[in-house]
């Protein structure tokens, strides 16, 4: 079915959840430098001007400000750890050998299925919601008449589909049913191209294209910058066709608001690059005090006649000040540098630590907006680990909305490419250490001291130990090596008695341990005297004479 003609005001109109504003200050706040300092939109915003505040002031102010990315980093550091237990596809039945191919190179420029789930992640962690746009290349059917097959398709290239990850800001409507089943989108592109040296960028482009399940249309407004076009002007699809997908080609992956980490951090980073930039700014001015004259009366009481230096009302003004010069002044006079009271600097160091400490504290916000099966576990242990398990607890939650993620974009990339019948099922995102390489030394060290005698828990203990300690230097393949080594180096023999260590503590009887073992623990059963009479069989007679054996 054609696409109608479109009203430029219809073609821009914007999704109530579309808040690009909002996101623009998320973005900027993340990644601090240029992207914020050289952003006027989102500095207005987020650095405004004191009330009655003298423009001069305020400008020299804001060159001055500046923002240390914590919020950057918490997140970076959320989808770096995703990077511990790496997804991998399983297909029913046994999809085609294209599929690995695609899994290494998703978007045509080499893109992974781990980096392309990290993008996305890092998106939908920063504005909540990440957009990827599924294609396939244009079919030649119309055009080529000996392309008729699936075969001819895959030779000729027009099954090979690859994904690109979108910002939100570049899906600027749709429309879904009650399930959230997108029934179309919209994909907005703004383009300024130089087609030669002697032009310049004044040229505006806008591309809207238009997905409904069946097919697209794309729409194109060219203007210049300085006159751009009415609401009112029409504008018809430059280009349009069918695609196979089924659905609308749009992959959409959206957190719960609890999950919403930059909304979350959002307050904490406005203020702490407001009172950062203010403490700058302060210590600054506090580092060049003011030189301040302090004048006795020019007219002494009493009858005593003043010094001439003493009776010039403008000594204070009238001196040149310097190093190699000599000043004049009363005896009453003196010259005091002022600075600021200390003493404030001192609280405010102190909130911006609060601030900074509360802002790396997201993950036990995010944690406790979980439900209560992830949420609960580990809440008595001591505040580090405690931090760790909460990580984890979100690392987690966050792999399985991603998992689901890509199983969606592998269905829908089959679905197009003619293999409706292949189910796919992603792994991964289930295993994330938190132990530090230090930690598992130092854990190593006090595991060691025990001497427990199992050659087994040696073999798994050292290969996990080894592990962490070279887990961002080693390869997989050196990684697999280390623990077949380990487990190849250990003989059952190497432990089945292990002497105790120097000073080692007998746990049963607190004392010193002599040169050997501690002795056997004892039978619970009394051991009968040499001698005692003997019941049927020739087993020992139960202490005391009762029946059944010893109680």
């Avoid at 992956?253 to 203010?278: C, I, N, T, V």
């Avoid at 403490?279 to 030189?291: I, R, T, V």
């Avoid at 006079?333 to 400490?357: I, K, M, N, Q």
């Avoid at 080693?474 to 059952?492: C, G, M, S, V």
Wanted: proline letters at 8%; aromatic letters at 8%.
């Amino acid at each position: 079915m054609p696409f109608p003609a479109l009203t430029f005001a219809q073609l821009r109109n914007r999704h109530p959840e579309h808040d690009a504003a909002y996101w623009n200050q998320l973005r900027a706040l993340m990644a601090g430098g240029k992207r914020l300092l050289g952003d006027s939109a989102a500095m207005d915003a987020l650095f405004p001007r004191h009330p009655n505040e003298e423009k001069p002031v305020y400008e020299n102010r804001r060159a001055r400000a500046f923002n240390l990315p914590y919020a950057g980093e918490i997140v970076g550091d959320l989808v770096g750890q995703l990077a511990q237990d790496p997804p991998s596809a399983n297909s029913e039945p046994k999809a085609d050998g294209w599929y690995a191919e695609f899994m290494e190179d998703i978007d045509g420029k080499g893109l992974t299925l781990l980096g392309y789930a990290q993008a996305m992640a890092r998106e939908a962690l920063t504005v909540r919601t990440a957009w990827a746009l599924v294609e396939l290349p244009p079919s030649a059917e119309a055009d080529d008449p000996t392309v008729l097959t699936v075969k001819d398709q895959e030779e000729a290239g027009l099954l090979d589909a690859w994904v690109c990850p979108l910002r939100a800001e570049a899906v600027i409507d749709w429309e879904e049913d009650d399930e959230g089943t997108l029934l179309w989108a919209c994909v907005w592109r703004c383009i300024k191209p130089r087609l030669t040296p002697g032009s310049s960028r004044n040229r505006i482009t806008d591309v809207f294209t238009f997905y409904t399940p069946e097919e697209w249309a794309r729409y194109e407004v060219t203007y210049d910058a300085d006159k751009p076009p009415r609401d009112i002007d029409e504008c018809t699809p430059v280009k349009q066709g069918r695609h196979s997908f089924g659905e609308v080609p749009l992959l959409r992956l959206q957190l719960p608001e609890g999950m919403w980490a930059m909304d979350k951090l959002f307050g904490a980073a406005r203020a702490h690059f407001q009172q950062r930039s203010a403490f700058s700014y302060a210590q600054n001015k506090g580092l060049f005090p003011l030189l301040s004259a302090f004048l006795g009366p020019e007219m002494a009481g009493g009858g005593e006649v003043p010094s001439e230096a003493q009776q010039n009302p403008g000594r204070a003004t009238g001196q040149v000040y310097g190093v190699g010069r000599v000043h004049v002044f009363g005896k009453e006079d003196r010259l005091e540098y002022t600075s600021p009271d200390a003493a404030v600097f001192t609280v405010a160091a102190a909130d911006l630590r609060d601030l900074r400490d509360e802002m790396h504290r997201v993950c036990s916000s995010m944690a406790n907006a979980m439900d209560g099966s992830t949420a609960a576990v580990g809440r008595s242990g001591e505040s580090k680990a405690q931090d760790k398990v909460q990580k984890e607890q979100v690392l987690l939650h966050l792999g399985t909305f991603l998992s689901d993620h890509l199983s969606d974009m592998l269905t829908m990339v089959s679905r197009g490419r003619g293999d409706e019948a292949v189910e796919w099922d992603v792994v991964g995102f289930r295993t994330f250490d938190q132990v530090s390489a230090q930690e598992a030394v130092d854990t190593a060290t006090a595991v060691g001291a025990l001497d427990i005698p199992s050659p087994t828990f040696q073999r798994v203990f050292m290969t996990s130990v080894a592990k962490r300690v070279v887990a961002h230097d080693a390869t997989t393949e050196e990684l697999e090596d280390i623990a077949r080594e380990i487990k190849e180096n250990i003989a059952d023999e190497d432990f089945a008695r292990i002497p105790p260590r120097p000073g080692a503590i007998d746990p049963r009887t607190g004392q010193p341990v002599p040169n050997g073992l501690p002795p056997a623990p004892a039978p619970s059963a009394k051991v009968p005297a040499p001698g005692a009479p003997k019941g049927p069989g020739g087993r020992p007679k139960p202490a005391g004479g009762a029946k059944g054996g010893a109680r």
